[in-house]
Nanobody
Framework: QVQLVESGGGLVPPGGSLRLSCAASGIIFSRYSMGWYRQAPGKQRELVARIISGGNSNYADSVKGRFSISRDNAKNTAYLQMDSLKPEDTAVYYC????????WGQGTQVTVSS
């Protein structure tokens, strides 16, 4: 059974930082491209960042220079370091794993507010 479990969300003031984690089980993690998506109320889910098995990554323009995606294949875990957070980053953040098919986590809420 495949599971992706996100953690690390919460309430943070503008300019603050959070680190999200996505722990995977039931897959050969190193084969999978790992991504972070987010969905704000009333908006479509959008890609935030993705890192492929080889380590190359790409980012949405809105988070470039502020967010950093990484992975630890030994721990079957992907991370999203989020710095200089803005109110518009408020959303539910979802972990995604893709290799022939896609799997999703349950999401973790990130709220940026003073």
């Amino acid at each position: 059974q495949v599971q992706l479990v996100e953690s690390g969300g919460g309430l943070v003031p503008p300019g603050g930082s959070l680190r999200l984690s996505c722990a995977a089980s039931g897959i050969i993690f190193s084969r999978y491209s790992m991504g972070w998506y987010r969905q704000a109320p009333g908006k479509q889910r959008e890609l935030v960042a993705r890192i492929i098995s080889g380590g190359n990554s790409n980012y949405a323009d809105s988070v470039k220079g502020r967010f950093s995606i990484s992975r630890d294949n030994a721990k079957n875990t992907a991370y999203l370091q989020m710095d200089s957070l803005k109110p518009e980053d408020t959303a539910v953040y979802y972990c995604n794993a893709e290799f022939l098919r896609a799997y999703w986590g349950q999401g973790t809420q990130v709220t940026v507010s003073s």
